[in-house]
């Protein structure tokens, strides 16, 4: 049996490597910031990922190329191919933007409704590197509309979980107590808007090292994680929201 996103399930025989389904279970409470020396080695761990979290039901997993990311215009138009949604407006706030984008629910499969929604951007670090003030701001929305729909929307739970994949200046900004993966973005000293609608203090981000592939080895390693900041949190209730 493995437990996948706070379900018991089971699985056929060696379905899944161990790390996946520890991933798949730290992405249950978390967003992630993985990070590795080698791109070959973070090139890995964003397909094999990718791969094992499309295994689970009701879905959907969106993959942002971050190669070819370097501004918003270039951002939303892997938004748009990663979500089958081609009316993403070129602005994070405004009416029709990013936040509305990722507000929207995804057409059900096969007659079921989607339940999770994982990000995963790969290459990341190539976004922080050409704007980090974009980046920061992109990170506080996909995290923002994620806490909002977990702990202040009446609507049916969409769980959505964002994992950043990239070089170590990831990890580097994820000890930033003033970047995003570590606090919420507020403009002029202001309460942060995203702390006042879901009622937490910091966006819950968990940092993970991807280590090199042994030869004999067919998965990434990956060491224990590391929490930014403890955070407790009361969750909306849950009953009937998922079918449980």
């Known amino acids: 049996m493995a437990t996948k996103l706070g379900q018991t399930v089971p699985l056929p025989p060696n379905a899944l490597p161990p790390w996946h389904v520890e991933v798949a279970q730290l992405l249950e409470e978390h967003h992630m910031v993985a990070w590795a020396h080698l791109p070959a080695d973070r090139a890995r761990f964003g ?3 990718a791969d094992a979290l499309t295994q689970f039901d009701d879905t ?3 993959q942002l190329h971050g190669a070819h990311i370097s501004d918003i215009f270039s951002f939303c138009n892997q938004l748009e191919r990663a979500m089958g949604d ?3 407006r070129r602005s994070i706030d405004a009416r029709g933007g990013v936040v509305d984008a990722l507000r929207r629910r995804p057409q059900p499969i096969r007659g079921r409704a ?3 929604r994982f990000y995963l951007w790969h290459d990341a670090d190539v976004m922080l590197r050409a704007d980090h003030k974009l980046f920061g701001r992109l990170v506080d929305a996909i995290a923002g509309v994620a806490a909002e729909a977990e702990y202040a929307s009446e609507d049916m739970l969409l769980l959505h979980r964002a994992i950043f994949i990239g070089a170590p200046s990831l990890d580097v900004y994820a000890e930033d107590p003033r970047g ?4 919420w973005l507020s403009e002029e000293s202001e309460v942060p808007l995203w702390r006042v609608v879901s009622g937490l203090d910091v966006p819950p981000f968990i940092r993970y090292r991807i280590e090199p592939v042994l030869r004999d080895e067919k998965v990434p390693l990956v060491e224990a994680p590391t929490a930014l900041v403890p955070v ?3 969750r909306r209730a849950r009953s009937g929201k998922l079918g449980r």
């Open 180 to 183: 995003q993966f570590s606090s």
């Open 86 to 88: 081609d009316r993403i």
């Open 232 to 234: 407790v949190r009361k």
């Open 60 to 62: 959907q997993v969106c």
């Open 114 to 116: 989607i339940r999770r």
């Open 47 to 49: 397909l094999e990922l």
